[in-house]
């Protein structure tokens, strides 16, 4: 499991989001936390300042010794009941009285705040902090301090009110605690899940990598689950299965017409060997070397339309077949190619029927369409049965041709109907009446229609099969164009 691996990745992507998600949480709960017993105090602190900075005006606006004295006795009552330190300063800062948790008020004119301190009460009239009074101190110590005007509304003191509460700092600690160990606990039940949730996930990519090693060590026949419980897995797998059930029948198909290639060329040629050896022995008596003339003739042509066929598939494949296309008369084309046929048609004694326009022009490479139509026809030849019927048509249909050809026979079977034009492809020979070819005729006829713009189509109903494909007419002879 390499730290390339896409479980690697996917987990250590999980980790990252998951322990940055909780660093954030518990971050916020402290925070938060903090700012709500900062707060809650600081709100208790204002109160006592409040109520002491009153009593400081009074104090203040008199000279009476004993209201001075009471003042002392109530500052220190406060201190001590409250467990806080008590600050007065004069305006400058300078400290007046302290009082202490332990209740004692006393004067301390020797001792002054920093002027942040002292400048801060100035311009917003108040003071907060988590310290004592701008010196350097723990997180459970709080301050808060208020100004004190005079009949002239001039700031004539300030009153400032220190106190440490451990309990409110524990509370934060202890929460902050019991939240880490919770996020920490969820962290690793979290880690966990994601764990098996990444092998989970990774576990179809891998059994897809290891049939794609099947596939590349020649077995075709396995296959990936499609219910992975995820749409593009599944997605994926069941494109991975078409492909692998494309390349095995394709695989078949090319085993099929490397033995059918095979079977094809090694009977004319041996055929032909025979014959000629015949020949240069003497086997073959010299009156009837005519006879056998004409059947090397005829093997060697075959040889080379099955040839003229692979290469013709080949240049479709790689998209090299060229068209030289031009007007020629069409009918006159197919009659020709009928005509070709006379031998075998009366040998089968068929019916023709013939219903083609006269000069119908299209626009198209002669000699390709002549090797469409022939494949038709000598597949019609072929396949129709003793005394049955042969029908051909050719008209004109807007701005195409289409051209029709039908036999009765046995017909083509639905399972084999959708695959008669693919390349390689041939039915059934237990039951077809084709024992050779190699599965390209159809193929070629196909592309060569399609790469005239023209569409091709078949159908059977078990007792006769059609098949019908159009061609673009000639401009001149387009309906409303000029002869």
Do not use: W
Not at 31 to 44: D, R
Not at 80 to 94: C, F, L, M, Q
Not at 145 to 156: A, F, H, K
Not at 165 to 179: C, F, I, P
């Amino acid at each position: 499991m390499g730290k390339h691996s896409f479980f690697f990745k996917n987990y250590v992507t999980h980790l990252i989001l998951i322990v940055c998600a909780f660093a954030v949480a518990g971050g916020v709960f402290h925070y938060q936390m903090s700012n709500y017993a900062l707060a809650s105090k600081q709100a208790e602190l204002r109160t006592t300042v409040q109520s002491l900075a009153e009593q400081t005006r009074l104090m203040l606006g008199t000279d009476s010794e004993i209201i001075q004295q009471i003042y002392m006795i109530s500052i220190g009552t406060v201190a001590k009941e409250d467990a806080i330190t008590v600050y007065v300063t004069d305006p400058n800062g300078s400290i007046q009285v302290i009082a202490g948790p332990d209740g004692l008020a006393t004067t301390a004119p020797d001792y002054r705040l920093s002027q942040e301190v002292v400048q801060q009460v100035h311009r917003t009239g108040s003071y907060a902090e988590v310290g004592r009074l701008g010196m350097m101190d723990d997180n459970s110590s709080y301050t808060v301090g208020t100004g004190v005007t005079g009949p002239d509304n001039q700031l004539s003191a300030m009153v400032f009110v220190y106190t440490k509460d451990a309990a409110a700092a524990d509370m934060v600690r202890h929460s902050t605690q019991t939240l880490m160990l919770i996020l920490l606990i969820t962290l690793a039940v979290a880690l966990i899940l994601s764990f098996i949730l990444s092998q989970h996930m990774t576990r179809p990519l891998k059994v897809i990598a290891g049939a794609a090693k099947e596939f590349a060590a020649g077995n075709f026949e396995v296959r990936v689950p499609e219910d992975n419980h995820c749409y593009e897995i599944d997605e994926l797998a069941v494109s991975f299965n078409n492909m692998a059930r494309d390349l095995n029948q394709l695989e078949e198909l090319t085993r099929g017409f490397i033995s059918n290639v095979s079977h094809e060329f090694k009977t004319p040629m041996t055929t032909i060997g025979g014959f000629v050896d015949g020949m240069i022995d003497g086997t073959i008596p010299a009156g009837q070397r005519d006879k056998y003339l004409h059947i090397i003739a005829e093997e060697s042509r075959r040889l080379s339309r099955m040839v003229g066929r692979m290469l013709d598939a080949a240049k479709i494949q790689s998209g090299e077949l060229i068209l030289n296309p031009a007007p020629f008369d069409f009918s006159e084309m197919t009659t020709q190619i009928l005509l070709s046929f006379e031998q075998k048609i009366e040998k089968k004694q068929l019916e023709v029927n013939c219903e083609m326009d006269d000069r119908l022009i299209v626009m198209g490479d002669r000699d390709h369409l002549y090797r469409a139509v022939y494949n038709l026809v000598d597949n019609a030849v072929k396949f129709i049965n003793p005394n049955g019927c042969l029908r051909l048509r050719a008209h004109p249909d807007g701005k195409f041709c289409t051209f029709s050809i039908r036999n009765t026979g046995a017909g083509i079977s639905a399972e084999d109907l959708p695959h008669v034009f693919d390349r390689f492809y041939k039915a059934d020979r237990s039951r077809s009446m084709d024992k050779t070819g190699a599965g390209l005729g159809l193929y070629i006829v196909k592309n060569i229609i399609n790469l005239h713009g023209g569409e091709i189509s078949v159908s059977s109903n078990g007792g006769a099969t059609e098949f019908e494909f159009t061609l673009p007419l000639a401009p001149q002879q387009l309906p409303g164009s000029k002869q």
